[in-house]
């Protein structure tokens, strides 16, 4: 019996290979200062995988501030109490150190660029504005006399250069008239020039609004939108402009909003088939603008 005891059992073997258990990690110091570690792992197919890594370690030396080496030994707390000195990789992401080594002479650079801004301010501190058109101390846009005179030193309508001669010298006026020829005139508003039709010209063009093809519509609900009332009349013909009145303040329509037609008989299609339609829970009422006065 005690032969039988004193054998081991065959369940206590050491050298029993578990297929789930990994051999442990090892690192083996060479002779040439670097180090190899062994380690093992699963990869995606259940294998156990073999991976063998050649480190080197480099010193690198760094000269700082007495003070700040003195707080890099300090004991960590909190958290990391306990923990080895310096930063951990697994809560601290280290940024690259920048070093500020300011100029030798930044004082004098400094003094330079206030000396210039002195100089321009003194420069602009004796200037005065000066109206082109009536010669007042105020801005030439905002003179009450731009839309009557022309700036000084100009002809304006009526005025010597406009009633120049027969043949060149109607050319020539006209030029400078224009404002944009060769000649020495500075630049002329269009309501001033030869021929102009006086103050409030508009200039016209291939899409510009009529308003005897404009349309009123009321009774449109509060919670419209310009794109839903383009699309009911863009079927009648091409539409130039839609404009829906809204609060400021919440955002919502008033009521009422124009349409502009590019053709007067689009408008006219559109006012006979809308005019009663029924939109939001409202019936609309269509008609044509009144031309203001």
Same mark, same amino acid.
């Given at each position: 019996m005690s032969k039988l005891a004193n054998r081991p059992d065959w369940a206590d073997d050491e050298e029993f290979d578990d297929p789930t258990?990994?051999?442990?990690? &090892?690192?083996?110091?060479?002779?040439d200062g670097t180090?190899?570690?062994?380690?093992?792992?699963?990869?995606? =197919?259940?294998? $156990?995988?073999?991976?063998?890594?050649?480190?080197r370690t480099t010193v690198v030396k760094e000269y700082v501030n007495p003070r700040v080496a003195e707080r890099k030994?300090?004991?960590?707390? *909190?958290?990391?109490?306990?923990?080895a000195a310096g930063p951990s990789f697994d809560t601290t992401s280290v940024g690259e150190n920048i070093i500020f080594r300011p100029s030798v002479t930044w004082k004098k650079d400094g003094k330079e660029e206030v000396g210039k801004k002195d100089d321009s301010k003194e420069k602009l501190k004796n200037m005065k504005v000066k109206c082109r058109i009536c +010669? *007042?101390?105020h801005f030439t846009a905002r003179c009450p006399f731009k839309d009557t005179m022309a700036p000084m030193g100009e002809d304006g309508p009526g005025g010597a250069g406009a009633g120049a001669g027969a043949g060149d010298g109607d050319e020539e006026g006209a030029t400078k008239e224009g404002g944009l020829g060769g000649g020495g005139g500075g630049y002329v508003p269009p309501h001033l020039r030869k021929g102009a039709a006086g103050a409030g010209e508009r200039m016209g063009?291939?899409?510009?609004? =009529?308003?005897?093809? &404009?349309? $009123?519509?009321?009774?449109?609900?509060?919670?419209?939108?310009?794109? +839903?009332? $383009?699309?009911?009349?863009?079927?009648?013909?091409?539409? &130039? $402009?839609?404009?829906?009145?809204? =609060?400021? +303040? &919440?955002?919502?329509?008033?009521?009422?909003?124009?349409?502009?037609?590019?053709?007067?008989? +689009?408008?006219t299609k559109a006012c006979e088939k809308i005019d009663g339609y029924g939109y939001g829970h409202l019936i609309l009422r269509v008609e044509f603008a009144k031309r203001a006065t």
């Open positions: 258990a990994l051999p442990p990690q &090892t690192v083996t110091t060479n002779k180090k190899t570690v062994v380690s093992y792992r699963f990869n995606d =197919d259940g294998k $156990r995988v073999k991976t063998t890594r050649r480190i030994g300090w004991a960590k707390f *909190g958290l990391e109490k306990g923990h +010669d *007042g101390e063009g291939k899409y510009e609004r =009529d308003d005897l093809a &404009t349309l $009123r519509v009321t009774n449109v609900s509060e919670f419209a939108e310009e794109n +839903d009332l $383009r699309e009911i009349f863009e079927r009648f013909g091409r539409v &130039t $402009r839609v404009f829906l009145a809204k =609060d400021r +303040d &919440t955002g919502r329509a008033k009521g009422f909003a124009f349409i502009s037609f590019q053709e007067r008989t +689009d408008a």
